[in-house]
């Protein structure tokens, strides 16, 4: 990502660079309006998932597979350069769409208490920073290298076992259908 050039960016999409300084100041600026697109197509599945289903942990699960897919589904190294060269950048274009996520969010997890899926002395608030600090961990930080897994199996071992931990036994059984 550093060393491409809006030259070659210019030339992978067909326009002169003239072109690309009219809408944009530099490669960084495209990043950041790249990313606000992304964010904003995983913000609007949020909101329509928790529309969609009756059933708010199914909506909570398919939503962090919907996220884990979006982000890893293209090229890893895009996100492994953004994450270690534009951490910062990432911040700031999360930062415009975390109060509303995290207001869905919670609207999710309460439904899943209501209904029993979460255990009731979970803190719900707690919910999406752990897995935002799990998440992290895990793509801008080497602290799982040692086990050589893809960023899947390491969601799979930290964030899903951690939903799976918060679940109750009817959480649980709900769980396993969908997953």
Request: charged share 20%; with cysteine.
């Amino acid at each position: 990502m550093r060393k491409t050039t809006v030259q070659k960016l210019v030339a992978g999409i067909g326009i002169s660079t003239k072109t690309f300084y009219k809408y944009f100041e530099d490669k960084e600026d495209i990043l950041r309006h790249c990313l606000i697109r992304h964010y904003a197509e995983l913000s609007e599945r949020l909101t329509s998932l928790r529309k969609e289903t009756n059933n708010p942990l199914a909506a909570l699960v398919e939503l962090w597979h919907q996220a884990i897919e979006l982000d890893f589904g293209v090229n890893h190294i895009f996100y492994h350069d953004l994450n270690y060269y534009y951490p910062q950048l990432q911040d700031s274009v999360l930062k415009k769409f975390s109060k509303r996520n995290i207001r869905v969010l919670n609207q999710l997890i309460a439904g899943c208490i209501q209904k029993g899926y979460l255990r009731k002395e979970i803190v719900p608030a707690l919910i999406p920073e752990v897995i935002s600090i799990l998440y992290s961990s895990i793509t801008r930080t080497g602290q799982f290298k040692q086990f050589n897994l893809s960023t899947r199996a390491l969601m799979q071992n930290t964030v899903d076992a951690y939903i799976r931990g918060i679940c109750t036994q009817k959480g649980l059984t709900v769980l396993n259908k969908i997953v």
